[in-house]
Nanobody, 126 residues
Framework: QVQLVESGGDLVQPGESLKLSCVAS????????MAWYRQRPGKKREWVAI????????YADSVKGRFTISRDSDKKNTLYLQMDNLKPEDTGVYYC???????????????????WGQGTQVTVSS
């Protein structure tokens, strides 16, 4: 049974950085396209970043240039999200999952392959 566990969320001030981790058990990250999602207060869960099997990455416009997705499939089977220059609007619960597919512009299609983990809370506030 696949289990995703996200961690690394914290309360930070605007402009600071965080690095989120997603550890998977029961699967190998190198066999899946993976993505980070977030659910901001009062809003639906949204896609944030994607990394394909070929390690192509893409980002939502709201985080482009500030967030970096990566994975370490060799040893730790871990997905990362480096978040720099955080803004209050980045506040939310962050999740990882594997999208069912993606468009030619590397935007995930709706629907995920795996069950959702518990997420990790990121709060950006002064």
């Amino acid at each position: 049974q696949v289990q995703l566990v996200e961690s690394g969320g914290d309360l930070v001030q605007p402009g600071e950085s965080l690095k989120l981790s997603c550890v998977a058990s029961g699967m190998t990250f190198s066999s899946y396209t993976m993505a980070w999602y977030r659910q901001r207060p009062g809003k639906k869960r949204e896609w944030v970043a994607i990394i394909t099997l070929g390690d192509t990455t893409n980002y939502a416009d709201s985080v482009k240039g500030r967030f970096t997705i990566s994975r370490d499939s060799d040893k730790k089977n871990t997905l990362y999200l480096q978040m720099d220059n955080l803004k209050p609007e980045d506040t939310g619960v962050y999740y990882c999952n594997s999208p069912r597919g993606y468009r030619t512009d590397f935007v995930p299609v709706v629907g995920e392959v795996l069950g959702w983990g518990q997420g990790t809370q990121v709060t950006v506030s002064s």
